[in-house]
């Protein structure tokens, strides 16, 4: 197994160590700063395991495969327990999530049909903007109007979810009509 795929499985184990730390109390805030460093860790690992395999040609089946799903379990992880301890609406995790199941849907006929769809700009900014989210929602810094920022990064990272799922719906729906590009 190749580096790049042992990152992707490491970024899965992490999880649930990242769901402890988040859900548990043992050390105060400090479960807090250390559930966002396991994320922080965690989002690194896509950033570098994607990087390796393109510059070392060691893309895989499994890298294809388990890459973007270690990304969505770890993502909606954070956010479903972040809705469950009361951070964010649980209607904007729908948008969210439901965002991810009709790309990842293009994806699977594109797939089907020899057709790769690379991630645009607009998913790229949309994927920061839902880090920088999860990662301040989980810290819930104690500063004078952080509320008011976290709700402000809430809604970008919300606006960017949508903005690039039209996107790339504009970009790529001839996929979904007839299989073609």
Excluded: H
């Amino acid at each position: 197994m190749n580096l790049p795929n042992k990152l992707t499985i490491f970024r899965v184990v992490l999880i649930p160590f990242f769901l402890v730390f988040l859900y548990t109390d043992f050390w105060g805030r400090g479960n807090l700063y250390i559930a966002a460093a396991i994320f922080i860790i965690a989002s690194l690992t896509d950033l570098i395991d994607g990087k390796i395999a393109r510059k070392y040609n060691l893309v895989t089946n499994f890298g294809k495969f388990m890459d973007p799903l270690a990304d969505k379990l770890l993502v909606c992880s954070a956010m479903i327990a972040l809705v469950d301890i009361g951070k964010i609406a649980g209607w904007i995790v729908i948008v969210i999530i439901a965002r991810e199941f009709i790309i990842s849907g293009f994806r699977l006929i594109a797939s089907d049909n020899g057709v790769v769809i690379a991630a645009s700009y607009w998913g790229k900014f949309k994927t920061t903007f839902q880090m920088i989210m999860i990662i301040l929602l989980i810290l819930d810094l104690p500063f004078a109007y952080m509320d008011i920022v976290n709700n402000i990064v809430v809604y970008v990272a919300l606006i960017l979810t949508v903005v690039s799922l039209v996107d790339y719906i504009f970009k790529n729906y001839k996929v979904f009509i007839d299989g073609s590009r």
